[in-house]
């Protein structure tokens, strides 16, 4: 069996649920706690990293037991940095031979019902590869992937952002969600400060994005490293460059037929946003309950921070991310 993780929503054998639910608790005792930006409970700080209980129990699940294959294509991300649209432009890209632009599964599904994400929704994981897509993502920082994913050299794409991008997109995200479920959410000054402290979901920020790079240095051939920012000056440019990396390069006649451009109009903001599936459903069960489809589709702007930070906040953050990254060679 490739991929074990039943245990965590279908139980199969009860005594190794139980194990596993015994082996968790004792874990996550232990674990120092934090603000949990008013999502029902306390983020738990594991391997250096501040996690949701819910998706922790995911990744202690996936470190146990997730076996990656060779061909798998995982795609990574910092929480609010274009992941829904990543898992658009690689299921489009990968299905272009089953599907076009009028039968993509993407008019009906929500993407993250498409590509799951190893610490939530791991069957699905199975039928995909089953119909020809080995596709997984996940937020899972670069030092805690189940030892498979690095072993196998399974093929992952990164993407990453303006932190303060990510900080105003998550803040909104958590702040609709909550609203929608009338609990009141924070205040942006108090997220802000959290954020900085590293204290949000996946974060520190910085610590997940350098964790990536590095590795993406000194795996080049394994680990694709992508910018928001980037994309979205030259899309086409990039699902070019994505799609040599995971193996379905586009064929001369491919792009003489505008195929790379039909499935970036296909996976755009506007063209997504403005879908029914994306506009009135939910996805379901997110670790922390059901979440609104629109809440992921907000604005889909370079820069929209201007709106919403003061400058000595930007200027703060911008400091911050000065600081992690020197030396590195990334900038942000
Ligand atoms: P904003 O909140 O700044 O609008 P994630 O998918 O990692 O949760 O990231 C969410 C961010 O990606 C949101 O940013 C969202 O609007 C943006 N986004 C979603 N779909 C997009 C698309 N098709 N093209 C560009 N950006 C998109």
Not at 193 to 198: D, P, Q
Request: charge should be negative; charged fraction near 25%; glycine fraction near 6%.
């Amino acid at each position: 069996m490739e991929l074990q993780l039943d245990s965590i929503s279908k139980p199969i054998e009860n005594q190794k649920e139980d194990e596993f639910e015994k082996s968790f608790k004792e874990i996550i005792s232990t674990l120092p706690k934090s603000n949990g930006w008013g999502v029902s409970k306390d983020l738990c700080q594991y391997q250096g990293f501040w996690l949701h209980p819910n998706f922790l129990r995911g990744v202690v699940a996936a470190q146990q037991r997730f076996q990656a294959q060779p061909t798998d294509i995982i795609l990574c991300s910092v929480p609010k940095a274009g992941t829904t649209w990543l898992k658009s432009l690689t299921f489009a890209t990968i299905s272009r031979t089953s599907f076009d632009d009028s039968t993509t599964p993407l008019l009906s599904n929500m993407p993250h019902e498409i590509v799951p994400f190893m610490e939530l929704h791991h069957a699905q994981f199975f039928t995909n590869k089953d119909r020809g897509i080995p596709l997984l993502s996940t937020h899972i920082p670069y030092p805690s992937l189940p030892r498979s994913v690095i072993d196998s050299g399974c093929k992952l794409v990164y993407i990453c952002r303006d932190p303060k991008d990510s900080f105003v997109s998550m803040y909104h995200f958590i702040a609709r969600n909550l609203t929608s479920r009338k609990v009141q959410p924070l205040g942006l000054d108090e997220a802000f400060e959290l954020f900085c402290e590293g204290q949000c979901f996946y974060g520190p920020y910085w610590d997940h994005v350098l964790g990536y790079w590095k590795a993406s240095l000194e795996h080049p051939d394994k680990i694709l490293f992508l910018k928001y920012e980037e994309m979205r000056g030259d899309t086409v440019v990039y699902v070019k460059k994505l799609a040599e990396f995971i193996n379905y390069p586009f064929s001369s006649e491919e792009q003489e037929n505008g195929v790379p451009e039909k499935i970036v109009k296909m996976c755009s903001f506007e063209k997504l946003s403005n879908l029914e599936v994306n506009k009135t459903g939910v996805y379901g069960e997110l670790g922390t309950g059901f979440v609104e489809n629109k809440t992921y589709f907000r604005k889909g702007e370079v820069g929209d921070w201007k709106n919403c930070l003061t400058p000595e906040m930007a200027a703060r953050l911008d400091q911050i991310t000065m600081q992690k990254l020197s030396g590195s060679g990334l900038s942000l």
